[in-house]
């Protein structure tokens, strides 16, 4: 399958966005470095759906808003740039649709999430996924059918009809991940549902998130939600500019103006 790599400049720029420092090699060990810092550094968020901004699904779209202006993203903008990264380093990269899974209402339909099948130096074959929200640290191993330990808590893949595997959390399904690759552009109609259906989650709340050392922190609408140690605190912002000044702050990201969910 066809696949668009950053420049070399580019890939530097992504990976100082990052705070990693080549030269790197496209092994297991430089994978979970990668992984890890991403999730520290870049933010889950869906800002742009109520700033009321563009949101493309194209590599040059992605690579300006992530890493030149320093904004985070939802499962498709974040998997998506990454996966490009990842080749650009050498790794072989397949983007999978996935369908997440809620109690009430079971597993989502088909590209509901992306997740991506990243493979090796060594032909190890790997679950990365780093636009989840909260998820693994590392990636999954794809050929255990065992616990696999992580900072995160205890995931397991199984194995489902037709090649299809479901990943669980502590014993919980998380989503179920088709195995076939698939190409980003495959998945635009799926994002465009996400950013304008009044049915989508994402189009009724806001959310900016941001994993941390000591456990996270996210800031959805005026909510300011920490976790650490010492527990969960909750904060309740007040004017614009103490919500711009946390989206700054605490995210490194710069809004000229407070996101709001219509309606």
């Not at 809620?102 to 032909?123: E, I, K, W």
């Not at 050929?143 to 037709?162: C, N, S, V, W």
């Not at 919980?172 to 980003?184: G, K, W």
């Amino acid at each position: 399958m066809p696949t668009q790599r950053l420049h070399p400049e580019q890939a530097a720029a992504y990976l100082a966005r990052i705070g990693i420092t080549g030269p790197l090699t496209p092994d297991a060990a430089t994978l979970r470095a990668l992984h890890r810092a991403h999730l520290r550094t870049v933010p889950f968020e869906n800002l742009s759906i109520h700033l009321d901004e563009d949101m493309p699904l194209t590599i040059p779209a992605l690579y300006d808003k992530i890493v030149t202006h320093h904004r985070g993203g939802f499962c498709y903008e974040l998997n998506g740039l990454f996966a490009t990264l990842l080749e650009s380093l050498g790794y072989r990269v397949h983007r999978l649709s996935a369908r997440t899974f809620t109690p009430h209402r079971g597993f989502s339909p088909p590209l509901d999430h992306m997740a991506l099948h990243v493979t090796d130096t060594t032909n190890t074959p790997w679950l990365a996924d780093i636009g989840y929200g909260r998820h693994t640290d590392h990636p999954l191993n794809l050929t255990t059918r065992t616990d696999q330990k992580d900072p995160a808590g205890l995931f397991r893949i199984t194995e489902y009809e037709d090649g299809e595997l479901d990943i669980l959390h502590e014993g919980e399904a998380q989503y179920r991940v088709d195995p076939r690759p698939l190409s980003l552009s495959d998945f635009t109609m799926a994002s465009w549902w996400q950013r304008t259906s009044p049915e989508a989650h994402f189009t009724q709340s806001l959310i900016c998130s941001l994993q941390t050392d000591t456990g996270r922190i996210s800031l959805s609408g005026r909510k300011l939600v920490t976790t650490d140690a010492a527990g969960r605190h909750e904060k309740e912002l007040g004017s614009d500019e103490e919500v711009l000044g946390a989206y700054r702050e605490l995210f490194g990201i710069e809004l000229e103006r407070v996101p709001v969910v219509k309606g």
